[in-house]
């Protein structure tokens, strides 16, 4: 299947954040700005390309005019190559053309919950522990909410991920980068709220307060969930068990076959990487990021400032 980072929506939000978008042959690349006035052209989720030399060609192209250092891909997996005509089931194809292995930009395992089952066959399929969770979120009374980008739900959302952020060890994207994000068609923030039993008079007399937010990319048949946030002081509740199942049962709504977890890693994310896996599902391992070099001084100076910063 086709990944959202190839789609057309993304695409307009790569532009929204002042990126360039090329298509070559059907094929996004998105134009990174760099110091010193370089930059580097990045695609994920490469699908089918046929003629690949013509492709590379092509990408050469917009680099010299771009001044761009190197060209990364991170293909969902090396059959979806052909090369000569005949599909390869490993990178020998990448390496005939110069790409060297590199680090990846995007999480190199994910899970996809097939959510064509009934609900009942995905809730067989959790760990015992998850339903358990759901159900005790649902007990303690945390109600959940599809919104948009209301601006206090969303101040809550940002408030959330930041400590978030810092709490799991990942680095969260800048304020304005989530704010955009939320305005590509299909994106949508979910909400669980605390119950009311658990709030102060204060927070009675005002709105509820969000423990627990994610954002959602509903994208054709699939729906992925993006980022998350929680706080930590009402973990308890369990909110994010709940949270989750209620995306799930949303993109069911909207006839959606897939459910993409979007990124684990159980040495970075040991506990984002247990929850997810209590969902169920199959998990997906990507062959990881290729780099195509076009200026070789330029791209050790890159490397080495990486290192650095």
Same mark, same amino acid.
């Given at each position: 299947?086709?990944?959202?980072?190839?789609?057309?929506?993304?695409?307009?939000?790569?532009?929204?954040?002042?990126?360039? #978008?090329?298509?070559?042959?059907?094929?996004?690349?998105?134009?990174?700005?760099?110091?010193?006035?370089?930059?580097?052209?990045?695609?994920?989720?490469?699908?089918?390309?046929?003629?690949?030399?013509?492709?590379?060609?092509?990408?050469?192209?917009?680099?010299?005019?771009?001044?761009?250092?190197?060209?990364?891909?991170?293909?969902?997996?090396?059959?979806?190559?052909?090369?000569?005509?005949?599909?390869? =089931?490993?990178?020998?194809?990448?390496?005939?053309?110069?790409?060297?292995?590199?680090?990846?930009?995007?999480?190199?395992?994910?899970?996809?919950?097939?959510?064509?089952?009934?609900?009942?066959?995905?809730?067989?399929?959790?760990?015992?522990?998850?339903?358990?969770?759901?159900?005790?979120?649902?007990?303690?009374?945390?109600?959940?909410?599809?919104?948009?980008?209301?601006?206090?739900?969303?101040?809550?959302?940002?408030?959330?991920?930041?400590?978030?952020?810092?709490?799991?060890?990942?680095?969260?994207?800048?304020?304005?980068?989530?704010?955009?994000?939320?305005?590509?068609?299909?994106?949508?923030?979910?909400?669980?709220?605390?119950?009311?039993?658990?709030?102060?008079?204060? =927070?009675?007399?005002?709105?509820?307060? #969000?423990?627990?937010?994610?954002? #959602?990319?509903?994208?054709?048949?699939?729906?992925?969930?993006?980022?998350?946030?929680? =706080?930590?002081?009402?973990?308890?509740?369990?909110?994010?068990?709940?949270?989750?199942?209620?995306?799930?049962?949303?993109?069911?709504?909207?006839?959606?076959?897939?459910?993409?977890?979007?990124?684990?890693?159980?040495?970075?994310?040991?506990?984002?990487?247990?929850?997810?896996?209590?969902?169920?599902?199959?998990?997906?391992?990507?062959?990881?990021?290729?780099?195509?070099?076009?200026?070789?001084?330029?791209?050790?100076?890159?490397?080495?400032?990486?290192?650095?910063?």
């Amino acid at each position: 299947m086709k990944s959202f980072l190839q789609s057309n929506l993304w695409a307009e939000f790569q532009k929204k954040l002042g990126r360039n #978008v090329f298509d070559v042959q059907g094929i996004k690349i998105i134009e990174h700005k760099i110091a010193l006035n370089k930059s580097f052209l990045y695609s994920f989720g490469v699908s089918v390309i046929d003629n690949f030399e013509n492709f590379i060609n092509k990408v050469k192209e917009i680099a010299k005019k771009e001044n761009a250092i190197f060209l990364k891909i991170e293909p969902r997996s090396f059959d979806l190559f052909t090369f000569g005509g005949q599909a390869r =089931d490993n990178s020998f194809g990448l390496k005939k053309f110069g790409f060297r292995k590199s680090n990846n930009i995007q999480p190199l395992q994910t899970i996809i919950l097939d959510i064509t089952k009934t609900e009942e066959e995905l809730l067989n399929q959790m760990h015992q522990k998850t339903r358990y969770n759901i159900q005790l979120a649902q007990k303690r009374g945390v109600k959940i909410r599809n919104l948009k980008s209301e601006i206090k739900n969303f101040e809550e959302f940002w408030k959330l991920m930041t400590k978030t952020s810092k709490r799991d060890g990942f680095r969260a994207y800048s304020k304005e980068y989530y704010q955009k994000m939320l305005e590509i068609p299909g994106t949508e923030l979910f909400v669980a709220e605390l119950p009311l039993i658990h709030q102060s008079l204060t =927070d009675k007399l005002g709105t509820s307060r #969000v423990i627990a937010a994610n954002i #959602v990319f509903f994208c054709e048949n699939q729906a992925i969930y993006l980022h998350g946030a929680s =706080d930590y002081e009402y973990r308890n509740l369990m909110a994010p068990h709940l949270l989750q199942w209620e995306q799930i049962k949303e993109a069911k709504r909207r006839n959606c076959v897939e459910y993409d977890f979007w990124g684990i890693n159980e040495t970075k994310w040991p506990g984002v990487t247990r929850f997810k896996r209590g969902f169920g599902g199959k998990e997906i391992a990507c062959p990881g990021a290729y780099d195509l070099v076009f200026k070789p001084f330029w791209y050790r100076v890159y490397k080495i400032l990486k290192k650095i910063l």
